[in-house]
């Protein structure tokens, strides 16, 4: 049986306010300046415990600095560091031909992303870069704006001279990297990143494999060696590939055994020899970067640009 309790009277003097302060002696609390509240304000925030939780905030290396295990992690770290150092190159290089860019831009984007993230970056696992996707898109906008004929690898026009009316590959690319960061920047201040949940697993991968399909398509006039040109706009893939047949009597069969060559021995080895590798040595076969090695060789020893007409990048400036 609950027991609900019978009523309660309270029973107290009413005060008012002026009558409250005279009765318990109230002492008013002196109002601080603004510099003093500016001061206080500074103080807690500029503490040496808010900086230091402020620098782990915005650069992590000084955070997972101090518990990374020496031991453990540098060896693998050191191997791994090299094998990827060892496929960004030829990587590059051949995003330099999706994004119309002569080679050397290729060496400064395998090197400046990675130091960057090594102060911002909050992911070990992650991989920075350019992708085949983002080079094509930035060939597509370095397409439109500057004349297809100052747009070969062995060509510095486009780097350093602007034609009349057109713009200097840096300058294209520069303004549209500038652009793309606010564009991200405001994306984040908006928290517009929780967007991707309404992203199917479907359509991601249909979109990926569109586009690897378009990169595939882009490249059959450098494989073949027939010089496709390039197309904007709709239908890029069916332009592209019927304007390959209609210039397929200019295929040179010595760029087509140089690209079938490479294509092959890659596929080889990824399909058969790297396994194995993995299993016993933990690293995969640097076979980018020894097919880019011995066809260099190969290039320079026999001389396939002067004796078969082989297009080849040419010589790398040191500098922009």
């Known amino acids: 049986m609950t027991d609900t309790g019978g009523p309660t009277r309270v029973s107290r003097p009413s ?7 005279d009765m318990y002696v109230h002492v008013p609390k002196a109002r601080s300046g603004s510099v003093d509240v500016l001061r206080k304000y500074g103080r807690s925030q500029c503490s040496a415990k808010k900086i230091k939780a402020g620098m782990t905030t915005l650069f992590p290396v ?3 600095l101090r518990t990374y295990k020496v031991k453990d992690y540098l060896l693998a770290d050191i191997v791994t560091g090299f094998t990827v150092a060892m496929f960004q190159v030829p990587q590059s290089l051949g995003y330099t031909l999706l994004a119309a860019v002569p080679p050397v831009f290729a060496l400064y984007n395998a090197m400046f992303p990675m130091m960057i993230y090594i102060l911002l970056g909050t992911v070990r696992q992650a991989s920075v870069g350019a992708d085949a996707i983002m080079s ?13 004929e100052h747009l070969g690898h062995h060509s510095m026009v486009a780097i350093h001279n602007a034609t009349e009316g057109h713009y200097t590959v ?23 990143g929780t967007l991707n949940v309404f992203l199917s697993e479907q359509m991601v991968n249909g979109f990926a494999t569109g586009v690897a399909v378009q990169v595939v398509v882009s490249q059959v006039g450098a494989i073949f060696g027939n010089h496709v040109p390039h197309f904007s706009g709709m ?10 047949f209609e210039h397929i009597h200019d295929v040179q069969w010595q760029t087509t055994v ?14 058969f020899l790297d ?7 933990g690293i995969p076969l640097p076979v980018e970067l020894t097919v880019v090695v011995l066809f260099t060789v190969a290039s320079h020893y026999l001389d396939l640009h002067g004796n078969y007409g082989i297009d080849v990048v040419g010589e790398i400036p040191e500098k922009l």
């Open 15 to 21: 005060y008012t306010q002026s009558g409250f302060n």
């Open 62 to 64: 000084f955070g997972w």
């Open 170 to 192: 840096p300058q294209v690319t520069s303004a549209l990297c500038f652009t793309i960061g606010l564009i991200q920047l405001a994306f984040g201040l908006l928290n517009l």
């Open 275 to 281: 396994p194995p590798v993995i299993r016993r040595l």
């Open 235 to 244: 239908f890029i893939i069916y332009k592209t590939i019927y304007s390959f």
């Open 258 to 271: 140089v690209a079938f060559v490479a294509i092959i021995s890659i596929l080889l080895v990824k399909l």
């Open 136 to 148: 094509m898109m930035t060939g597509g906008v370095v397409r439109n704006l500057i004349p297809e």
